[in-house]
């Protein structure tokens, strides 16, 4: 059974950081990617970043590029999203999911809705 387990969702104030961590279990880790998605009320779902652990590559949505870093540790099946210079638009449930899938491209990644898997959530909120 696939599971995902998000982590690291807070309250922060403008400009700061916050790193979110999902723990990937009951699947061939390196046959997917894994991305994080996020959604704010009344807001369409938008796929934040995403990596593909066969070789690392890696996708960043223009709203987050620069601030945003998205990373693997494989060893523990772990997804790291690390987020700095975070503003209140970041505001959202970020959720983490999977899809079988190879090297991401320029124009070659999941979108926000064709994961498979997903995790239960974590909630960001940036305000002062």
Partial sequence: EVQLVESGGGLVQPGGSLRLSCAASGFTFDDYAIGWIRQA???????????SISDGSTYYADSVEGRFTIS??????????????LKPEDTAVYYC?????????TIWYPGPYEYDSWGQGTQVTVSS
């Avoid at 693997?72 to 210079?85: E, F, G, I, R």
């Fill in 97 to 105: 999911a999977a899809v079988r899938w190879g090297p991401l491209g």
């Fill in 72 to 85: 693997s540790d494989n060893a523990k099946n772990t997804v790291y999203l690390q987020m700095n210079n």
């Fill in 41 to 51: 009320p009344g807001k369409e779902r938008e796929g934040v970043s995403c990596i």
